[in-house]
């Protein structure tokens, strides 16, 4: 009413309702009389009296206020609780954050450029967004999941475990095995009762996502163990990855023992991260032999078994750097043309060729690429490409101009009236892309005749 004006108080309704409830207060506390026939006077008052009678009615109710109201509450005082996000915060443009929760919080394309843009800008400091960021692990969009599972709620540390664990169930799939790999990496050891629940009760999917969760624990390596023979193909893959790094128990002799049976595809990848001297004792002497049978039978029937089993066993020697691993890679290489007229499966004697190709072209050590790029002038169209990444990799832009340019100045040769080199176009670019731009003007030279080194077989070169 004082805001209002004095002029606007006479014959007020909403006054007028206060006086009975107030005079019959006066029973308890007399001063409520007071106020009654304060207001009484405002409501009686006109525009030109109403200042005065406005002015001691606010008086006596700010004493009133003053002298008998109490302010606090009872009990000792106590620190809140918070949540340190363990970053400094931000606050975005509404230019900015209006797109980005749309993006985290609808559907439709275009919303992944968003996001990364977002994300390479620092924008998600903005505490605004932790509610929509962590409701965005359950996008139907998986990419747009696994994004902001990996890269962004990170940022926000354990301040969101507590959302995370409200909104998680163990027989969940998608977003709540998102859930339970980023509790874990938040809080390896607060989650462990949620991870251990999950591999006796969870989904499938949940159970390898229990399973890759404890890839570091040895105090769980017996039932890892036991997960290698499990029935679910994805779980018995994550299984051996994570008992890849062990060396104690029965893990070499299940490693071995799978290297023999079905199971050799998914079991190479955790056998290159082993490091026993006995398994690559064992993995020498079997890959070498499996290589002399490859050259010397003559059998189809036997091949169409030998080939696609020697190529996964391949992968096996993908990431070891040891003198005898390098050995075998460049052995493998120089029986390529004996291997390219292999034939019998998918996994043909060229399949061969250019997946030593490509393990060398991405291998540590120096002898291995060179060989490789050494040889480039003799190496098969599906190769070829590999040859490029490896000496891009091992020399500097002159000398990879000098060796591949002659391949962009030769003229294509026309087979069956095409021109290879226009209809690869592509796959050049997109092996280029993935080089170091830094040395790029080298290949810029080479890129209209390097996509012809895409095979019709292998037409992408990785």
Request: with cysteine; net charge positive.
């Amino acid at each position: 009413m004082a805001i209002a004006g004095s002029g606007l108080a006479s014959g007020d309704f909403r006054l007028k309702e206060l006086i009975a409830p107030l005079e019959k207060a006066d029973e308890k506390a007399p001063v409520f009389a007071n106020v009654a026939q304060a207001i009484q006077a405002v409501v009686d008052s006109d525009s030109k009296s109403g200042s005065a009678p406005l002015f001691e009615l606010s008086t006596l109710v700010t004493a009133i206020l003053y002298t008998q109201g109490k302010t606090g509450a009872e009990g000792r005082l106590k620190a809140i609780e918070t949540s340190d996000m363990g970053m400094p915060t931000s606050d975005s443009s509404a230019r900015v954050l209006k797109p980005l929760i749309e993006a985290l919080t609808t559907t439709g394309s275009g919303r992944m450029e968003i996001i990364q843009d977002a994300y390479n800008r620092g924008a998600f400091k903005d505490l605004r967004l932790v509610k929509p960021a962590v409701a965005a692990i359950d996008d139907v969009d998986g990419e747009i999941g696994d994004f902001v599972t990996a890269k962004v709620l990170p940022i926000y540390g354990k301040a969101i475990l507590p959302e995370l664990r409200a909104s998680y169930d163990v027989k969940g799939k998608s977003g709540h095995v998102r859930r339970l790999r980023l509790m874990h990496q938040l809080d390896a050891d607060g989650t462990q009762d949620l991870v251990e629940t999950a591999l006796e009760s969870g989904s499938k999917e949940m159970k390898v996502a229990a399973i890759s969760c404890l890839k570091d624990s040895k105090g769980h390596l017996s039932y890892m163990l036991e997960q290698t023979r499990a029935k679910a193909k994805d779980v018995r893959r994550a299984a051996f990855g994570a008992i890849a790094r062990f060396t104690a128990g029965g893990v070499i002799d299940t490693l071995i023992k799978a290297l023999f049976s079905g199971d050799v595809g998914m079991v190479a990848g955790a056998v290159s991260k082993n490091r026993s001297p006995a398994l690559l004792k064992y993995l020498l002497e079997e890959a070498q032999a499996q290589l002399d049978n490859l050259l010397t039978t003559k059998n189809k029937a036997k091949l169409k078994t030998a080939l696609p089993r020697f190529y996964e066993l391949l992968g096996a020697f993908s990431s070891r750097k040891d003198k005898k691993s390098e050995q075998f890679l460049i052995q493998c290489f120089q029986q390529r043309e004996v291997l390219g007229r292999l034939s019998g499966t998918s996994y043909d004697g060229e399949a061969i060729n250019y997946r030593v190709a490509s393990m060398m072209a991405q291998s540590d050590a120096k002898s291995v690429p060179k060989t490789l790029v050494d040889a480039h002038e003799s190496l098969p169209p599906s190769s070829l490409g590999w040859a490029l990444v490896a000496v891009v990799r091992t020399r500097k832009p002159k000398e990879v101009f000098n060796l591949f340019s002659p391949y962009y100045t030769a003229t294509a040769e026309k087979k069956r009236g095409r021109n290879p080199v226009k209809e690869q176009g592509k796959s050049s670019r997109r092996l280029c892309a993935n080089l170091d731009v830094k040395k790029s003007i080298a290949i810029s030279i080479t890129a209209a005749y390097i996509e012809t080194a895409s095979s019709p077989r292998n037409p992408a070169v990785m």
